[in-house]
């Protein structure tokens, strides 16, 4: 309204539209007084960001669940879905522990964490489970993290949850949360004897043995690939001399994706025509394990289950020659294992497991083949 306006409303006995605009007023002062007390309860400061962001935007901002199942639904659209199965096991373990009660981000408190932390530490049935059993380390690492994770959306919505998080004490703090990280490793490393043992090891044609020891060389000798990315490998993914794929843990992750090149050595490439699709349409899955039929759910529940069946043989396999019982995930690993017996640097491993961009050199290569031939000798 304007300025004449605004004096008319504010006088004595006003009329007519003055009289409405007078109640408009009063409503609005009484909104912003609440306002007030509620951004400024327990010593938090005043600020008009605040004070705009809890009359302008409250009604439609939400709280940790709520951006929870925001984050779960955008992941599900952008079909990341290991990250979804993760986030929502994140998502329904708060819940619970909240009994669905929605918690604003500026009431997430150290303390809010450490409760959740203890809850989750108590033994309790699960869906799938008879007995009662706590939540391992691992787990605990990765629920907190992706709590982590939701709060720092919750602050790109309002910049100035940054300032509102109290420590216990009540002491105000530019928000840090700490969260352990986890303990546990996914995989060990095979020595190059060891290798070339398991690469002795006969294992008859067509079997379910003979696969899962093959799927683990394969990832071994290129560079430590990981099952998932071997299940999308496609046949234009094989290049005349060498593989070139996207990891997708970095293609989800990463504003630049990561593109891996690896030389097609004699060695990949027969284990490629034993174990790969017959059908080399350049969209063709190279090796049987999804197809294109499948939307991206069931491509991931039949990349899971493969991965189950396969690190089942390999342990079998292993027991019955005398190897530590090995999943896929220990070829990446060896693989880095045998780098650094080489005397590579760090960097150089990292990039060749996918950290960095790559161009894999082909000597290093011929020094990893020829120390695992030799690792019997």
Same mark, same amino acid.
């Not at 439609?60 to 986030?87: C, M, P, V, W």
């Not at 303390?111 to 489970?129: G, I, N, S, V």
């Not at 090149?261 to 349409?281: A, F, H, R």
């Given at each position: 309204?304007?300025?004449?306006?605004?004096?008319?409303?504010?006088?004595?006995?006003?009329?007519?539209?003055?009289?409405?605009?007078?109640?408009?007023?009063?409503?609005?002062?009484?909104?912003?007084?609440?306002?007030?007390?509620?951004?400024?309860?327990?010593?938090?400061?005043?600020?008009?960001?605040? &004070?705009?962001?809890?009359?302008?935007?409250? =009604?439609? !901002?939400?709280?940790?669940?709520?951006?929870?199942?925001?984050?779960?639904? *955008?992941?599900?659209?952008? %079909?990341?879905? +290991?990250?979804?199965?993760?986030?929502?096991?994140?998502?329904?373990?708060?819940?619970?522990?909240?009994?669905?009660?929605?918690?604003?981000?500026?009431?997430?408190?150290?303390?809010?964490?450490? /409760?959740? =932390?203890?809850?989750?530490?108590?033994?309790?049935?699960?869906?799938?489970? @008879?007995?009662?059993?706590?939540?391992?380390?691992?787990?605990?690492?990765?629920?907190?993290?992706? &709590?982590?994770?939701?709060?720092?959306?919750?602050? /790109? #919505? *309002?910049?100035?949850?940054?300032?509102?998080?109290?420590?216990?004490?009540? %002491?105000?703090?530019?928000?840090?949360?700490?969260?352990? &990280?986890?303990?546990?490793?996914?995989?060990?490393?095979?020595?190059?004897?060891?290798?070339?043992? &398991?690469?002795?090891?006969?294992?008859?044609? $067509?079997?379910?043995?003979? =696969?899962?020891?093959?799927?683990?060389?394969? !990832?071994?000798?290129?560079? +430590?690939?990981?099952?998932? *990315?071997?299940?999308?490998?496609?046949?234009?993914?094989?290049?005349?001399?060498?593989?070139?794929?996207?990891? #997708? @843990?970095?293609?989800?992750?990463?504003?630049?994706? =990561?593109?891996?090149?690896?030389?097609?050595?004699?060695?990949?490439?027969?284990?490629?025509?034993?174990? $790969?699709?017959?059908?080399? /349409?350049?969209?063709?899955?190279?090796?049987?394990?999804?197809?294109?039929?499948?939307?991206?759910?069931?491509?991931?529940?039949?990349?899971?289950?493969?991965?189950?069946?396969?690190?089942?043989?390999?342990?079998?396999?292993?027991?019955?020659? *005398?190897?530590?019982?090995?999943?896929?995930?220990?070829? #990446?690993? !060896?693989?880095?294992?045998?780098?650094?017996?080489?005397?590579? !640097?760090?960097?150089?491993?990292?990039?060749?497991?996918?950290?960095?961009?790559?161009?894999?050199? #082909?000597?290093?290569?011929?020094?990893?083949?020829?120390?695992?031939?030799? $690792?019997?000798?």
């Amino acid at each position: 309204m304007s300025k004449e306006q605004w004096l008319k409303a504010r006088g004595n006995n006003p009329r007519a539209e003055n009289r409405q605009r007078q109640i408009w007023i009063q409503t609005a002062e009484v909104r912003v007084n609440k306002a007030c007390e509620e951004i400024m309860k327990n010593g938090k400061p005043f600020s008009f960001e605040r &004070l705009e962001n809890e009359i302008v935007f409250k =009604e439609t !901002s939400k709280g940790i669940l709520g951006i929870f199942q925001d984050t779960l639904n *955008d992941l599900l659209k952008e %079909k990341r879905i +290991g990250t979804f199965k993760a986030y929502n096991n994140a998502f329904s373990a708060f819940q619970q522990f909240r009994k669905g009660k929605e918690l604003k981000p500026d009431e997430l408190t150290l303390q809010t964490l450490k /409760d959740f =932390e203890a809850y989750l530490k108590t033994p309790r049935t699960h869906k799938y489970r @008879k007995t009662k059993k706590a939540a391992g380390k691992n787990t605990i690492a990765m629920y907190m993290r992706t &709590l982590r994770i939701i709060f720092n959306q919750a602050i /790109d #919505r *309002d910049p100035t949850l940054k300032i509102c998080i109290l420590l216990p004490e009540n %002491k105000m703090i530019n928000v840090d949360i700490k969260i352990k &990280l986890g303990a546990g490793s996914k995989g060990q490393a095979l020595s190059a004897e060891e290798i070339q043992k &398991l690469i002795l090891i006969k294992a008859v044609p $067509g079997t379910l043995a003979y =696969e899962a020891k093959n799927l683990w060389l394969f !990832s071994f000798y290129c560079q +430590g690939i990981n099952f998932r *990315d071997i299940a999308y490998l496609q046949y234009k993914n094989i290049k005349p001399e060498h593989i070139e794929y996207v990891r #997708r @843990k970095t293609s989800e992750t990463e504003r630049k994706e =990561e593109l891996m090149q690896i030389p097609l050595s004699p060695i990949i490439s027969e284990i490629i025509v034993y174990l $790969g699709n017959p059908n080399k /349409d350049e969209n063709s899955f190279v090796f049987n394990i999804i197809n294109n039929t499948m939307d991206i759910v069931e491509q991931d529940a039949t990349i899971r289950q493969k991965l189950k069946v396969t690190n089942k043989w390999l342990r079998q396999i292993c027991a019955a020659n *005398d190897l530590p019982p090995i999943t896929t995930y220990w070829a #990446r690993h !060896s693989y880095a294992s045998l780098l650094k017996d080489l005397n590579e !640097s760090v960097e150089l491993i990292r990039e060749m497991l996918g950290h960095a961009d790559n161009l894999y050199d #082909r000597k290093l290569f011929e020094a990893i083949r020829y120390r695992t031939k030799a $690792g019997s000798e």
